[in-house]
């Protein structure tokens, strides 16, 4: 801490102690409407929002066949050029929505189980999901030679089942965060010994093709994963982000949440069924893009500080994240197309690291 | 709020067994909180005090037997509705990563606030009056991990207060506290009890203590009440010795005159 005032600890001690820091109050119609403003994590989300947009519109101009930018909004209405209208209509929109549909639900997946686990590692990669999902799609395209869809079936049922079987292994008067995240990890390992095992019996092209989906990619994706991915996230977001406040409050403890009224049993299980399910749809859609469910929440709280989870926050940096992340992957290398699972990873992880490593830097300061 | 009835108390239990899964902690067990008293818990270690606690705030459903709260089975209110009227400050809690002080303390609003109503004047009042008392108001913009460990209880204390409920449950809210903390505590819960007409129990682990604020002691052992009342009537050294195996002598407390717990000097003394 420095010894002059900053201007804003000088603002901090204007501010009357009771009010959290970096909010206001609003109070409106003579406090019939009273709420607390956080003008910070406000201007954030509209940055991201502003991310989501541009990459968006960048994405669906640019590639191996350039659309001039002003002639796009022709081609995403369906005037236009009719190679305009293929690329932009058939191709480009529809993998850029996915990719923000996708990023969403994963990013408030992993902040709803990581609020529930109380652990940053409690994310569907490292709780089971992920890796139960993955082996049900290996197995539904190795040992049943399954179509798209029954594959996408198979890993949210794959999916969902190992979430149940570490959450009941895991469970004991309650479910304990570390506890979730150590079975999972158990579990992860042993079904990834069956993957292994059914990868080495399996025919090289086969096992060329699980082996893509299980990095996770949107190539070639159209208006179904799109309908499919924006109806889950229109039912169960608003869901998720209704039991938000919940959420933090359970993040005091089971029986401070409790004591304050909060019910924290049906809280419990229908954030963590919404979850799997959102998580499931994504999976299904895009196979197990890795990475965005454990940092999306993570980048969110610390760029937004809310000191708790925040679940708008993590779906906004989902979708920033997975739109800018597969936007790379088509354009880094080109014409060569990377999978989207190896960029998040890698641009996820970066920042991540430099986020931690600047806030620890200032803390020792 | 209506007076309470006739016979009996706002918060009180009968026939209750707790436990937890199959492990039974206490059973048939009555407890009644005498309304306005300021009634402490003491009992060895995992004799089951918190468990008793967390009934009594239905925090722990009974798997048999009911706790009422103003003459009604406290599972039948809404959750928000218990918490209106009695808070619970529980033995250990967690503070969010980079969670504010003023924030935690705010989080004692929650009971009070609809989805029109997240921030008024009021909220911001009490919240203020909350940390004033508990003397953490220049934290309140500080990160609540930066905060020692007795700072800590005492932001969780206050939060508790910001609850505003006539009834408080505290479980052991003086560890991590120096004695100097310690007593300020215990004068505040006195001060609450005696100015305000609050019901407090409070978890302690010091005996002293206890006599010297309680108006009320419930002694337990093995899940079991062995016994209660005031502690000038209640504490005597053969029932420390029972409930405690502990060897003492009772004298008066030359400060308050309340019974007052010497251990005897065991060192080099064959019992
Ligand atoms: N969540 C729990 N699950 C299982 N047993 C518990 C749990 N909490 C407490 N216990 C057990 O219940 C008994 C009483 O615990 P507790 O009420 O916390 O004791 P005290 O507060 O008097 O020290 C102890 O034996 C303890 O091990
Ligand atoms: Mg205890």
């Known amino acids: 801490m420095s010894s002059t005032l900053t201007p804003r600890a000088r603002a901090r001690a204007r501010q009357s102690p009771a009010t959290p820091r970096g909010a206001r109050p609003l109070r409106l119609f003579g406090e019939r409407l009273s709420l607390l403003v956080r003008p910070r994590t406000l201007a954030l989300c509209l940055v991201l929002v502003a991310v989501c947009v541009l990459t968006l519109v960048v994405s669906v101009a640019v590639g191996d066949y350039e659309i001039p930018l002003p002639a796009v909004p022709a081609a995403v209405a369906g005037y236009g050029e009719r190679l305009d209208v293929f690329f932009v209509q058939g191709v480009r929109l529809p993998r850029a929505l996915t990719a923000l549909g996708v990023g969403a639900a994963l990013g408030i997946a992993g902040a709803v189980f990581q609020s529930l686990s109380r652990n940053a590692l409690g994310s569907p990669d490292i709780i089971g999901f992920t890796s139960g999902a993955a082996t049900g799609a290996v197995a539904a395209i190795l040992v049943f030679g399954a179509s798209r869809v029954a594959v996408s079936l198979g890993a949210i049922a794959a999916g969902l089942a190992t979430a149940a079987l570490v959450y009941l292994l895991a469970m004991k008067n309650g479910v304990q965060g570390y506890r979730l995240v150590l079975v999972g990890i158990g579990v992860s390992a042993m079904l990834g010994a069956v993957r292994d095992y059914l990868m080495t019996r399996a025919e090289l092209t086969e096992a060329l093709g699980a082996q893509i989906w299980m990095i996770g990619s949107l190539n070639g994706r159209g208006w179904p994963e799109v309908v499919a991915v924006w109806v889950c996230l229109a039912v169960l977001g608003p869901l998720l982000v209704g039991l938000g406040q919940r959420l933090r409050f359970m993040e005091l403890g089971d029986d401070t949440a409790r004591g304050l009224g909060v019910p924290t049993g049906p809280t419990q299980a229908i954030a963590l069924a919404g979850a799997s399910a959102l998580t499931g749809a994504a999976i299904a859609v895009a196979g197990p893009v890795g990475f965005v469910a454990l940092a999306a929440p993570q980048l969110a709280r610390r760029l937004l500080r809310t000191g708790g989870t925040t679940l708008v926050g993590s779906a906004l940096m989902g979708a920033a994240l997975l739109v800018v992340a597969d936007l790379v992957a088509q354009r880094a290398l080109a014409p060569t197309q990377l999978p989207v699972g190896v960029v998040t990873a890698v641009i996820g992880g970066s920042y991540l690291i430099w986020l931690l490593y600047t806030e620890w830097r200032g803390r020792r300061a | ?271």
């Open chain 2, 1 to 271: 709020m209506s007076t309470p009835s006739d016979a009996t108390s706002r918060l009180h239990g009968q026939d209750l067994t707790l436990a937890y899964e199959q492990r039974v902690i206490s059973r048939d067990l009555a407890v009644t909180i005498p309304d306005h008293s300021f009634t402490v818990i003491v009992g060895p270690n995992a004799c089951g005090k918190s468990t008793l606690l967390r009934a009594l705030s239905r925090t722990l459903k009974p798997a048999h037997g009911h706790v009422h709260l103003d003459g009604r089975v406290i599972n039948s209110y809404p959750a928000k509705e218990v918490a209106r009227r009695l808070g619970l400050l529980p033995q250990a809690s967690i503070a969010p990563d980079g969670i504010g002080v003023a924030d935690l303390v705010a989080r004692g609003r929650f009971p009070h606030q609809g989805f029109l109503r997240q921030w008024s004047k009021q909220d911001e009042a009490v919240v203020a009056e909350a940390m004033a008392s508990t003397g953490v108001s220049e934290l309140a913009h500080r990160s609540v991990d930066e905060l020692s460990g007795g700072q800590r209880q005492r932001v969780w204390l206050a939060m508790v207060l910001a609850q505003q409920t006539p009834l408080l449950l505290l479980d052991e809210p003086t560890t991590y506290l120096d004695i100097a903390h310690q007593m300020d505590m215990l004068d505040l819960c006195a001060q609450l009890h005696d100015e305000r007409g609050h019901t407090l129990v409070a978890v302690l682990h010091d005996l002293n203590h206890a006599c010297r604020y309680a108006t009320h002691l419930i002694v337990m052992k093995e899940g079991m009440i062995v016994a209660e009342g005031h502690p000038a009537t209640v504490v005597t050294a053969d029932l420390v010795q029972d409930v405690f195996g502990l060897p003492v002598r009772v004298i008066p407390d030359p400060e308050t005159g309340t019974p007052m717990i010497v251990p005897l000097d065991r060192r080099g003394v064959s019992r």
